[in-house]
T-cell receptor, first 112, second 116 residues
Framework: AQTVTQSQPEMSVQEAETVTLSCTYDTSENNYYLFWYKQPPSRQMILVIRQEAYKQQNATENRFSVNFQKAAKSFSLKISDSQLGDTAMYFC?????????FGTGTRLQVFP | DVKVTQSSRYLVKRTGEKVFLECVQD?????MFWYRQDPGLGLRLIYF???????EKGDIPEGYSVSREKKERFSLILESASTNQTSMYLCASSLLGTGRMNTEAFFGQGTRLTVV
């Protein structure tokens, strides 16, 4: 069975600092996508960053970057220069052909 | 601008009622999903559909059914609502398969259902 595990229920970081959210997954597939989604208090899920499994290069989107370790099945999210607006739930997710599976989420609080 | 629209943001229903949650997407996506979100449990997949009239059970289908008569619309049905179905329900859609460049899922704004 495919699973996604986020072992940090809550994290906090000071504004302008860097924080890393962890995610591991389990699959026997070789071709798949991984995602980080953000859910602010408004409840709207927003895609933060996407990684294709066949690409070795780690994805980067402005202040957000990932550390993708395919052999270890690890997909962590690094947020640099944290901002108050980054306060949200963050979900790691996995998809191969059709099924989109999520982790349990990490609640991130950014303090001024 | 891509859009997934859920028919209600908040809903209160009585135990035993039949409840319909509607979701419409305007992106011509093949895949559509229904999740429920509960604190500490993340998003759990109830059902998904990869084509009109096709459906697949997710991880927690018990007590739910779905309908996909048209490509753009995916309905979640609670045949007889119970208090343990009080939750946030999220609908999403995406293009089919990993061969597509744009395989991300787009979400509706969620329906917070309370069963009393």
């Amino acid at each position: 069975a495919q699973t996604v595990t986020q072992s940090q229920p809550e994290m906090s970081v000071q504004e302008a600092e860097t924080v890393t959210l962890s995610c591991t997954y389990d699959t026997s597939e070789n071709n798949y996508y991984l995602f980080w989604y953000k859910q602010p208090p408004s409840r709207q899920m927003i895609l933060v960053i996407r990684q294709e499994a066949y690409k070795q290069q780690n994805a980067t989107e402005n202040r957000f970057s990932v550390n993708f370790q395919k052999a270890a099945k690890s997909f962590s999210l690094k947020i640099s220069d944290s901002q108050l607006g980054d306060t949200a739930m963050y979900f790691c997710a996995f998809i191969n052909t059709d099924k989109l599976i999520f982790g349990t989420g990490t609640r991130l609080q950014v303090f001024p | 601008d891509v859009k997934v629209t859920q028919s209600s943001r908040y809903l209160v229903k009585r135990t035993g009622e039949k409840v319909f949650l509607e979701c419409v997407q305007d992106m011509d996506h093949e895949n559509m999903f229904w999740y429920r979100q509960d604190p500490g449990l993340g998003l759990r997949l109830i059902y998904f559909s990869y084509d009109v009239k096709m459906k697949e059970k997710g991880d927690i289908p018990e007590g739910y059914s779905v309908s996909r008569e048209k490509k753009e619309r995916f309905s979640l049905i609670l045949e007889s609502a119970s208090t343990n179905q009080t939750s946030m329900y999220l609908c999403a859609s995406s293009l089919l398969g990993t061969g597509r460049m744009n395989t991300e899922a787009f979400f509706g704004q969620g329906t917070r259902l309370t069963v009393v």
